[in-house]
């Protein structure tokens, strides 16, 4: 549910007639595996041992449907020793390729897990084809890298100006020769009134470089080794063509539910019209009349709960490249959260802490979000802010204009909520309430952020006592009088109707 | 026995035939809902041209469009800052240390600041009792909001820019400086030690520069008489806290006397410990609050408070000064002998606005030898000088003035002449006037330089010579607007700011190496200034004799007075002053003559209750020699003396603020000489007037026992049960107490925090500095006189004023009139003169408490902290609880009062709502609102001890009013923690609890008012 209107009448209407047709739906299940799901259990179950990919303790497992059949892969998944005992061919290749070791039996696992999960290796792992891509390089541009990386990345760029200039083929403006000299001392190589060198100072307004006395020229050489170096432009596939994937069996189950849902329906229509069974009407009749009710008390009850609530945001900022690939901590940009009640919205001049020296995107791109659509998104900070991204310089009297954000997680004004107290408190994750962030390309509302939601957690969630002086008087007391040990939030007065409504 | 006294707070509720009061006794609405009208005719409802079936149509079509028009969610904005202040987390509150030093309020304070937003003045404890609040300290940040403030420079009433301003300024300055004409700085007190440098550096550069003070509530004579005696123009600084006997003749010093701030050290000699209490006696003419809180006060007439203190002096001194007899003459006698027997711990101090009376009161002073009149640190705060104005405006008025510059005064309407001021105006070739609204001087001059607020700029603040104060901008400037300083500084052409040059002379004059730092961190610094006083001999006989040769009796005098709330009228376009009842009269959005009923009587002027319950009063026409004020409301104040007429100052505003803040009378005009005692003449007039008086509203359903107080003597000398004893139940044929019997089991509360707050009834002056606090911390909207006529105003918190006589039932069965008119009749005398107690009340947080039984919803409940709690998103207003209230303190939202331009008041523009406390909701309508006990600040409290690990301080836990209070007197905090002050306080022995016969247990509980009324 991608919309600027968070849920629109006509949403609800649908939700509403759907609602019905679900009902009659319920237990009709859909035939094709559910590869999400898949995913899951294959995360949770197989991939301590195997693969999608590459052989580990055993066998690489895409598309291993096109190699076994699905009541063969049942049998074997549930209980292959069973499987061999019955003399099966296959099943004993396999033991014997894997040196007698017999792989784990998983009775736990149901005919549909299992079918979820051949769904799951069905689907073509794309993170393969950009692995391989870098292996033939060159050892000594690797070494270079490195190199590069320890000593001159901070102040470098391949193909930017950053403190100093950009240095892709540096080789073909310099001689190796000097550049040796300049690099290990580049102060005393404009002592000796070496024009290059003084022209570099002084473009960079007298900013002396650091001497690296301590790189050999060997060393040397695999950095300019490593400028020369061209990378080669990774082709990936489309990200998205898992979550392609992934949706249509759910449309498909919708569509079924639908036209099992009409079928009752008119198989309803026509006992009214045709049948002459008293009974039956009465039946159908009463069925109607709560199918409606639960429908209709189902349809109302999701009235302001925008749960996958997903707005289209100025700046389409991806969390999972932040968070996900890049491994930035929730708080670094979200810092009010362990002291305020909100979790703040970065300003801008947090971006720029990355963003002065990450101009353009380089990671793993899709089909609709190429290097130039994300490189766009970041020109948005620098538009906002007043980033002269060629200079590296602010630009002078800019008129600043903040992000206007769309807010995800809209909690009625009424009941009032704390991050710290959750964050910082409690401890709690921000994944609990916000989801996988991590791995939302666009956020989301996970949650339903009801009061219902609020209170379950209140009930069951313990509070942590042990180690926070503020509890130490409460414990003490709570375990003389009561001999309890461990309190619930709810049973610390969570649930007061106060202590979220003032 | 005096807690068997008869209490009443309207001379309404003692008329034996008084059906209206009876009702009242029974219902809280006088007015029932009109069903009758609609529905009682059976023939118009049949008539009715809508069916039955038509309106179920109706009622479904709404339903149903307004359950879909739900269906759509707001899209909301989130919109961070671009480069966020280091300093600032969005949600959490920055305080710094500041001062309000603007003629009419004088504090060292804490500014609360929440994303760069002022909303909140808390007193700043470092700055002893000039750190305490009060109302209007209080209410200033919301004039900081005030939409009528003016948004830049005016030239002619156009705006104009700072530049031109300057060049034209600069130009004609120039042009006078040559020509030699007189350049006149015309301002009100602001105690800033940097300012009066500029002033004077400015005067240096343009050579022929007088810079005159002027208060519009002036002590001039005080500091007359004080530089006579002592060669230095300041005012004596009182130590109450040593007092053993305070008497007052006619000085409001709990009010604006001498620029108020001794409430503090009131209160600290006022806690009845056995045996040191002090003795407080007022002789006055008003009902004040200083009368209200005194153990004996005696009503005279304006004149008579002179001779009173001629014959005071007479009396202890042994002198024989003419004077003449009045009718506190035999009680003069006594307060002598009581005064020489306290000897250095009495004090006699007068408001009387005269020279003589105030080197007479200073003389007695000195030949008591009285420690609490403190020589040592004289006060600086008030310097405004009478002669000066006058002159000045002879001066203009003989076209001798070249350029006027007004700043922080608004003489135009605060001065007794101000029309011929206003034509004189017209002679000043240059005229700029300093100000933050377009108000009445502004109006009349050729240019306004727009000021910023306080809160908005820098300054300082010297109280007493070493007492040192900063003041800092909490915000960035809301308009274009610049410093009055920083302007003097642009046009003598320094090049510096304002800041540079305060930095500048705290580090040379103040500081004394000491941080600056440091210094603007606390807000205050003590320095080792000293103002060296050098002692002049006075003859006192000819003062006395002066004094008597001025002082004019007449049938009627007039005694001009100011009110805790509105002041000298500056901050008239608040609407939390203007909405804050007057602690004696209980009335709102007003000024009026208080007279006694026995002249009322006399002249036929009449109060009466109408049948809602609202007040009306007569009207007459007041005549100071020429001057007329026509249609003045009367209001039968009892304790005012026979034959005098207080009025309020400060109202009658009318320009530069909004309409509905445009009530009252300007009285200033009275206010002839700048002496607030006049001889005048009232004319009873055709008309009524409507108040929007408080008094008679939230009937405690005839319970009228609810206050308690006693003598000290009793108090020592008697066992509790005689003076404070708890109501008794029969339980299993055994008398118990009331707090024993109990219907209900017992919540358990030991677990965590529970808090209780202790009201101390015998320091509680009434000064309502909690109720605007209240108003900041809460969002309580303001409704405007209207909807306080007819009992919905929506203050969370009351402080209800009671007087009270010696006549009792108990006294009346005696004397054998009991339940005659003749005992009603006997109860209605003292009342000319009734003892007065207040009693703040809010929601009493009972245990077992009665709303949450009767809620259908469940909206209100109770919690584990003690705290009664209320949601409001809950409540469907069946207003079942506020019934059911035994303290009426619930407050029902009868309209929206935010957004609605039938309540055009700080909620409606988005300049008012900046002061909104973000953590409090903004309550819709058709919903019950109560204190919370400040919840929010009980729960960030717990919070940040959380977050720290560690225990919560006892000091933290504070809710708005007990942090507001400036006499101590409001304690908040945990009694689950034993070694809390409210916890040790909860067994002292005039503890009690509202109402304990009712069985509610509250939270919230008393300590009894002691009067110290013990024979000399």
Request: overall charge neutral; charged content about 20%; aromatic content about 8%.
């Amino acid at each position: 549910m991608k919309s600027v209107i968070k849920h629109s009448l006509f949403n609800k209407l649908t939700t509403l007639s759907f609602a019905l047709i679900f009902l009659i739906n319920i237990g009709v299940s859909a035939q094709n595996g559910d590869p999400v799901k898949g995913k899951e259990l294959f995360n949770a179950n197989c991939a301590a041992c195997h693969k999608l990919d590459a052989k580990l303790i055993g066998p690489a497992l895409a598309n291993v449907a096109d190699r076994r059949s699905n009541k063969w892969l049942k049998a074997w998944i549930k209980d292959n020793n069973a499987l061999r005992a019955t003399g099966d061919a296959d099943a004993k290749a396999i033991f014997e390729e894997f040196n007698g070791m017999p792989m784990m039996t998983f009775p736990q696992l149901s005919e549909k897990d299992i079918d979820d999960l051949i769904a799951y290796t069905s689907v073509k792992p794309q993170e393969a084809v950009a692995s391989t891509t870098a292996a033939a390089v060159d050892p000594r541009v690797a070494e270079g890298k490195q190199l590069f990386q320890a000593n001159c990345a901070a102040c470098h760029k391949l193909e930017a100006k950053l403190i100093g200039p950009a240095l892709a083929h540096v080789a073909d403006r310099r001689s190796k020769e000097w550049l040796h000299a300049w690099i290990k001392d580049n102060n005393a190589l404009r002592a000796t009134g070496d024009a290059d060198a003084k022209a570099i100072f002084e473009q960079f307004n007298g900013m002396p470089m650091m001497a690296f006395p301590q790189l050999s020229t060997d060393d040397i050489d695999k950095i300019i080794a490593y400028t020369s170096y061209d990378e080669p432009k990774a082709v990936v596939a489309p990200l998205n063509a898992e979550a392609s994937n992934i949706a249509k069996p759910k449309t498909s189950t919708t569509w079924m539910s639908v036209i099992i849902g009409l079928v009752l329906l008119s198989f309803i229509v026509w006992i009214y019209l045709k049948s002459n069974n008293g009974f039956l009407k009465i039946v159908a009749t009463i069925f109607l009349l709560f199918g409606v009710a639960y429908a209709g008390f189902a349809a109302l009850f999701e009235v302001g709960i925008d749960t996958d609530y997903q707005p289209i945001q100025p700046i389409q900022f991806s969390h999972k490249i932040h968070a996900g690939d890049n491994k930035i901590d929730c708080q670094y940009c979200h810092s009010s959260a362990k002291h305020s009640k909100t979790s703040g919205i970065p300003s801008l001049n947090v971006c720029m802490n990355c963003h002065k020296s990450i101009a353009e995107y380089n990671g793993p791109v899709t089909s609709d979000k190429d290097k130039a659509f994300y490189d766009g998104e970041i020109q948005k900070i620098y538009d906002a802010i007043g980033w002269d991204k060629a200079n590296l310089v602010y630009k002078a009297n800019y008129e600043q204009v903040p992000v206007k954000w769309v807010l995800v997680h809209n909690l009625a004004d009424f009941a009032y909520f704390n991050h710290s107290q959750h964050v910082t408190v409690a401890g709690i994750t921000c994944q609990t309430c916000h989801g996988p962030v991590q791995e939302m390309e666009e956020v989301k509302q996970f949650t339903k952020l009801t009061m219902g939601w609020c209170i379950t957690c209140h009930k069951t969630t313990e509070v942590k006592l042990e180690g926070n002086g503020y509890y130490n008087a409460i414990h003490d007391q709570l375990s003389k009088k009561y001999g309890i040990q461990k309190v619930t939030e709810a049973q610390m007065g969570g649930l007061e109707c106060g202590k979220c409504h003032y | 026995m005096a807690s068997n006294k008869k209490y009443w707070r309207s001379v309404e509720e003692l008329k034996s035939d008084n059906s209206l009061v009876e009702h009242l006794g029974q219902k809280e609405f006088l007015e029932e809902i009109p069903t009758e009208t609609f529905l009682g005719a059976k023939e118009n409802l049949s008539n009715s041209s809508t069916s039955r079936r038509d309106f179920l149509k109706y009622v479904g079509f709404t339903t149903v469009a307004a359950s879909l028009a739900a269906c759509e969610g707001p899209v909301l904005k989130t919109i961070p800052y671009v480069v966020k202040p280091e300093n600032i987390i969005p949600g959490v509150a920055n305080f710094y240390a500041s001062s309000m030093s603007d003629g009419d309020g004088f504090a060292n304070i804490l500014v609360k600041v929440r994303e760069g937003r002022p909303i909140k003045i808390e007193p700043n404890k470092m700055a002893g009792n000039w750190g305490a609040s009060s109302a209007r300290v209080q209410a200033s940040v919301l004039s900081l909001y005030d939409n009528n403030r003016l948004r830049g420079p005016l030239a002619d009433g156009k705006e104009t820019d700072w530049s031109s301003l300057d060049k034209k300024a600069i130009d004609t300055l120039n042009t006078l400086k040559a020509n030699n004409e007189k350049i006149v700085v015309l301002s009100g007190s602001t105690a800033s030690p940097t300012s009066k440098k500029v002033i004077a550096e400015f005067a240096q550069s343009f050579g022929n520069v007088q810079h005159v003070v002027y208060d519009a509530l002036s002590e001039s004579p005080a500091l007359d008489a004080f530089e006579t005696m002592y060669g230095q123009r300041a005012l004596p600084n009182y130590k109450f806290e040593n007092a053993k006997l305070i008497v007052s003749i006619g000085a409001d010093f709990l009010g604006d006397w001498q620029g108020g701030q001794y409430s503090a050290a009131y209160a600290k000699g006022r806690i009845p410990v056995k045996g040191n209490m002090s003795k407080h006696l007022q002789i006055e003419s008003n009902l004040s609050l200083s009368g209200a809180n005194a153990d004996l006060r005696i009503p005279v007439k304006p004149s008579e408070q002179i001779f009173a203190l001629i014959n005071l002096y007479n009396a202890v001194t042994g002198s024989n000064f003419a004077s003449k007899p009045t009718p506190a003459d035999a009680a003069i006698k006594k307060i002598a002998i009581q005064l020489k027997k306290a000897g250095s711990q009495a004090v006699v101090i007068t408001g009387i606005q005269n020279k003589e009376a105030q080197i007479l009161a200073n003389a007695l002073n000195e030949a008591l030898q009285s420690e609490v009149y403190d020589l040592t640190a004289p006060r600086l705060i008030k310097a405004g000088n009478d002669v000066a104005v006058k002159n000045l405006v002879d001066e203009m008025a003989a076209g001798k003035i070249g350029a006027l510059l007004i700043y922080n005064a608004n003489p135009s309407y605060s001065l007794p002449n101000a029309s011929v001021f206003n034509e004189a105006l017209k002679k000043v070739k240059f005229l700029v006037c300093f100000s933050m609204s377009d108000d009445e001087t502004a109006q009349k001059s050729q240019f306004v330089a727009a000021t910023p607020h306080y809160l908005e700029s820098w300054g300082d603040t010297q109280f007493q010579a070493a007492k040192f104060g900063l003041m800092q901008p909490t915000i960035n400037p809301l308009f274009n607007t610049r410093q009055f300083e920083e302007s003097l500084l642009t046009w003598m052409g320094q090049n510096k700011t304002y800041y540079q040059a305060l930095r500048d002379y705290w580090t040379t004059s103040i500081l004394n190496g000491s941080s600056w730092n440091q210094a603007l961190h606390d807000g205050v610094f003590n320095g080792n200034n000293e103002l060296k006083l050098t002692k002049n001999s006075i003859d006192v006989a000819t003062s006395a004799a002066a004094l008597l040769s001025q002082t004019k009796s007449g049938d009627f005098e007039l005694n001009l007075y100011a009110k805790i709330s509105m002041g000298d009228g500056k901050q008239a376009n608040n609407p939390w002053l203007q909405e804050l009842p007057d602690p004696i009269t209980r009335t709102s959005w007003d000024n009026y003559i208080t007279i006694s009923a026995a002249d009322a009587k006399k002249l036929g002027l009449e109060n009466f209750n109408v049948s809602n319950g609202a007040l009306n009063g007569s009207k007459v026409n007041l005549k100071v020699k020429e001057v007329v004020l026509n249609e003045v409301p009367v209001y039968i104040q009892p304790g005012q003396a026979n034959g005098s007429i207080g009025l309020a100052l400060g109202y009658g505003r009318s320009a530069g603020m909004q309409t509905e803040m445009m009530t009252g009378l300007n009285a200033f005009a009275l206010l002839q000489d700048f002496n607030p005692f006049q001889t005048v003449s009232v004319e009873k007039v055709a008309g009524i007037h409507e108040f929007a008086c408080v008094q008679l509203q939230h009937t405690i359903m005839g319970r009228d026992e609810i206050i308690k107080e006693t003598t000290l003597d009793d108090f020592i000398n008697k066992p509790k049960n005689e003076w404070n004893k708890t109501p008794e139940f029969s339980l299993n044929h055994e008398e118990v107490s009331a707090e024993r019997v109990d219907l209900w089991e017992k919540f358990d509360d030991t677990v965590g925090p529970h808090f209780n707050l202790s009201i101390d009834l015998a320091t509680c002056t009434g000064c309502a500095a909690c109720i605007v606090a209240c108003h900041a911390e809460n969002n309580v909207p303001v409704v405007g006189k209207r909807e306080i006529r007819v009992s919905r105003d929506m203050h969370w918190l009351r402080i209800d004023r009671y007087y009270t006589s010696d006549m009792t039932n108990e006294k009346a069965k005696e004397e054998g009139i009991f339940g005659t008119g003749e005992m009603f009749n006997t109860m209605t005398i003292p009342s000319e003169n009734p003892q007065v107690a207040f009693q703040p009340v809010m929601c009493q947080h009972c245990n077992h408490a009665p709303c949450e039984t009767v809620c259908p919803v469940a909206a209100t409940s109770h919690s584990r902290q003690g705290q009664n709690h209320m949601a409001y998103n809950r409540c469907i207003g069946t207003r079942y609880c506020a019934n059911n209230c035994p303290y009426k303190v619930r407050r029902f939202n009868w309209f929206k009062y935010a957004n609605n331009n039938e309540f055009d008041f700080n909620m409606n523009n988005d300049l008012g709502k900046m002061v909104l406390n973000p953590d409090v909701v903004v309550r819709s309508r058709g919903v019950m609102e109560k204190c919370t006990m400040c919840l929010q600040k009980t729960q960030l409290s717990i919070l940040t001890a959380k977050k720290e690990g560690r225990p919560v301080k006892d000091e933290e836990f504070q809710t708005a009013c007990s942090s507001a209070c400036p006499t101590g007197a409001m304690v908040f905090g945990d009694v689950n923690d034993k070694q809390s002050e409210v916890a040790l306080i909860t067994e002292d022995e005039r503890a009690f609890h509202l109402l304990a016969e009712v069985g509610t247990k509250p939270n919230v509980f008393y300590h009894l008012k002691v009067r110290n009324t013990e024979a000399s």
